[in-house]
């Protein structure tokens, strides 16, 4: 006797479909910390930090060699990389939410023709079994 499948799991993951990155804003910190990281996390934001680190170079130029290292690392890379490196997080999480998609609907596609590959073996199995039957027959 043959195995079927829980059809009841398939139609529940196909309702679920693929975890994205949006499913992990849950509550009020959750949204608040996507709020903030959305504002900052623009290279217009990186642009008015670089404009406001800059403002404080001529200080730094003159407070000699140090100062300047300082306000590098301190100031100008610590600013501005910050709001560059989430744009990045973000290009990425996009790139990874529609890798998942893609990949989601290539596995429903292949389930699919799956399920179309059982339903042709076992219609082969049956004409098989009666066309067997049927030359047993004919030989008595």
Not at 48 to 58: G, T
Not at 64 to 73: E, L, M, P, V
Not at 78 to 88: A, F, K, T, W, Y
Not at 129 to 139: C, Y
Request: charged residues 15%; positive net charge.
């Amino acid at each position: 006797m043959e195995q079927q499948p829980d059809k009841s799991a398939v139609k529940e993951q196909s309702h679920a479909g693929p975890h994205l990155i949006k499913h992990e804003q849950v509550g009020f910190n959750g949204r608040l910390a996507l709020l903030i990281t959305n504002m900052v996390g623009t290279m217009w934001c990186a642009y008015i930090f670089a404009i406001i680190a800059l403002v404080s170079l001529p200080a730094a130029i003159h407070g000699g060699t140090a100062t300047i290292i300082s306000w590098i690392a301190q100031t100008f890379l610590q600013l501005v990389l910050l709001s560059v490196i989430m744009v990045g997080q973000r290009v990425s999480a996009q790139a990874s939410d529609k890798q998942a998609l893609q990949t989601y609907k290539d596995t429903e596609t292949l389930l699919k023709l799956q399920s179309e590959v059982r339903q042709l073996i076992l219609a082969n199995n049956r004409l098989t079994t009666e066309i067997h039957d049927h030359l047993i027959k004919s030989k008595k």
